[in-house]
């Protein structure tokens, strides 16, 4: 384990990296005395893009007919062989169903198995209308995992084939879906629906929390309970947002889908697309801060972070930034709303007035929670005489947070120099920000911040924290040895865990200074690590990892019911870990992720950027994890068709 704080002299270097990581073993095919760990290969040949759906017991993933066998395999009897068709796996007893049915997308809950599915595309009436022709034969399909087959598959809905993103979403055991309306609505009915676990080929429908009003709800996300949908107002006939107009394509919504009967809440407010970004943060019993980016454009074409609209925060406009305001209609602006007492009609959303982008962030820290966001300097046009971290540009992104309050001109926001530094858009879907602890951690780019944290010549990406709670008086930790011998950290990939109990981070040997992997003298490595504060010391930030070097810029790692798995680059490491005949392959690695023993070769993996493994969202009772092994990377056949081209889905067990 790592305790990265000291920074040894050059001469003890060398004695403790050791120390510092746990060195990994040598490469087996999987754990020798249980069935855990050992992976196990599907039969069939899957596209780079499958998805790979898990829920407990159950994997479900999309053969490719093109691919799978020699010439390829009509799995649905329709004369061709280019669909896509699902797969279900039982991961405790081994057995694998194809279910001859060809769909687009994939879900689960509890043991029930979700199709989205192309009548077109699998030649078959599903919902026996007597055609299998657009626009009403996009259809939902249905099959229990305990008695899959092809004869067991299930119609479920009649989908609505205009909707773009996502045709269904999983949230708190319930499965919900935007379904194609056989008769018109009638107010306060929408064309959301959804089925539940104890009844799962029966739709309910929910209502719109407006009595007056119907809707036709576009899925965009869920998280932590909360489903965020959109409205289009080309689609409702009517001005959902307030701003005058009947033109603005997605209004935002939201539903709590933990209470008994759902309704859906229009928000007000427009978002740029039905991927923007969104955090709804859940303080327990249903009491979110949910924050959202709203789309000026079409939000009434007005600015909504001008400066004079700000007066009473302190610290809003940094002192750098003066004589300035913003006043275009082009920016991403961050909002949020406290879901119990907005939902209740005694509160509204407030607007922070920051420019946002790529990502939210929402801590509670202290009793008080902060919400946050990626800045594009570019997008401030309140601080175009200088810029937002004081190097006198307006290229870098910035890290801004706002203290939640029900009234902007009570809240206190951030806006001293120091603490307004440039991030780096660190792999790993974090964009280079995070949070742990109730604290904010980010990856600084010291080149574009125009200033030295590490107290190093070079620059480097750097990891910081920093505790919102401190108000003014906030300061980032970079332990940048000054006076104080002590070690900066580098990270070339940064990941959340699921449970935010660590952060995944690929630490850099060029900041650490010497040689972590014992198979080489280099420091262009990077190495796997499990951040978390010291349990004994909050303000102690650690990277405790193995010394085996990842992909740096891919290193896929994930943790999932106690074990920690990763994606190794041999090259890097210099090592044939896969026992083939080269040192170029990517390979997959685990270990303990609390002791980090145990560590091992799982596999031969490959070079997609996606995680090293895929499992479920509920990552203590799922039993398996499952990946994508690339035949070609060990010229191995594993799914047994005669060659070795094929991407194949392996998986493993992990838990009872």
């Not at 280079?432 to 951690?441: A, E, M, R, S, V």
């Amino acid at each position: 384990m790592i305790h990265l704080r000291l920074r040894p002299s050059v001469a003890v270097l060398a004695s403790t990296a050791v120390a510092l990581f746990s060195t990994a073993c040598t490469p087996t095919d999987s754990s020798s005395d249980t069935l855990f760990f050992e992976a196990m290969s599907t039969k069939q040949s899957v596209t780079p893009a499958t998805p790979l759906v898990i829920q407990e017991r159950w994997l479900a993933y999309l053969a490719d007919e093109a691919s799978t066998g020699a010439g390829g395999t009509d799995y649905n009897g329709d004369g061709d062989f280019t669909d896509q068709i699902a797969v279900v796996v039982n991961m405790a007893t081994r057995a694998q169903v194809v279910l001859n049915t060809s769909a687009d997308e994939l879900a689960i809950i509890g043991s029930q198995i979700y199709l989205v599915t192309d009548e077109a595309k699998d030649d078959q009436d599903w919902n026996l209308d007597g055609d299998t022709a657009a626009p009403d034969d996009l259809v939902l399909l249905q099959v229990n995992g305990n008695n899959a087959g092809p004869g067991q598959v299930t119609f479920v809905a009649t989908l609505n084939p205009a909707v773009t993103g996502p045709h269904m979403i999983a949230s708190n055991n319930r499965l919900f879906f935007q379904e194609l309306p056989s008769v018109p609505l009638v107010a306060p009915q929408t064309a959301l629906e959804y089925v539940t676990t104890s009844a799962p080929t029966v739709p309910v429908r929910i209502s719109n929390a407006d009595l007056t009003q119907t809707a036709t709800p576009q899925l965009s996300a869920a998280d932590e309970g909360m489903l965020f949908v959109t409205l289009d107002e080309n689609v409702e006939g009517r001005d959902v947002n307030g701003d005058g107009d009947t033109t603005d394509a997605f209004c935002l919504a939201l539903v709590d889908t933990t209470v008994t009967t759902p309704k859906v809440r229009e928000v007000g407010l427009s978002v740029a697309s039905a991927t923007s970004p969104v955090r709804a943060f859940d303080r327990g019993t249903g009491d979110w801060v949910v924050s959202f980016l709203v789309d000026e454009a079409s939000q009434g074409g007005l600015s909504r972070n001008n400066a004079t609209n700000f007066a009473l925060v302190t610290g809003w406009r940094p002192t750098q930034c003066t004589g300035v305001n913003d006043t275009d209609a082009t920016d991403q602006v961050l909002a949020y709303l406290v879901y119990t007492t907005w939902a209740a009609g005694n509160s509204q959303p407030i607007n922070t007035g920051f420019p946002g982008s790529d990502r939210i962030l929402t801590v509670l820290r202290a009793g008080s929670t902060y919400v946050a966001t990626i800045v594009p300097e570019g997008a401030d046009g309140n601080c175009t005489v200088n810029s937002l971290n004081g190097d006198g540009d307006q290229l870098d992104r910035i890290l801004r947070w706002f203290k939640v309050v029900n009234v902007v001109g009570q809240s206190d926001v951030f806006g001293n120099v120091a603490g307004l530094i440039a991030l780096a858009n660190t792999p790993g879907g974090t964009f280079g920000i995070t949070d742990l602890d109730g604290k904010f951690l980010v990856v600084c780019d010291e080149a574009a911040d125009s200033r030295n944290h590490d107290a190093q010549a070079a620059d480097h990406d750097v990891v910081g924290w920093l505790d919102p709670a401190d108000g003014a008086s906030a300061v980032w930790e970079f332990d940048d040895g000054t006076g104080t011998g002590v070690q900066a950290t580098g990270a070339s990939w940064m990941a959340d865990q699921i449970e935010r109990e660590r952060v995944m981070v690929a630490f850099e040997e060029s900041v650490f200074g010497f040689p972590i992997n014992s198979s080489d003298n280099d420091t262009n490595d990077s190495m796997p690590t499990l951040g978390r504060f010291d349990p004994g010391n909050s303000t102690d930030l650690d990277f405790p990892g193995i010394a085996v070097a990842v992909s740096a810029n891919n290193a896929g790692m994930g943790v999932v019911n106690g074990s920690f798995f990763f994606r190794v680059d041999e090259a890097a490491d210099n090592r044939n870990w896969n026992g083939d005949t080269d040192k170029n392959d990517q390979v997959l690695f685990r270990s303990n992720a609390g002791s980090f023993t145990g560590t091992i070769f799982v596999s031969t993996l490959n070079s997609l950027n996606r995680p090293a493994v895929e499992f479920g969202t509920t990552t203590q009772s799922d039993v398996g994890a499952a990946f994508l092994a690339d035949e070609s990377q060990q010229n191995k056949d594993f799914n047994g068709d005669g060659d070795t081209n094929d991407f194949v889905v392996r998986w493993m067990r992990i838990g009872p």
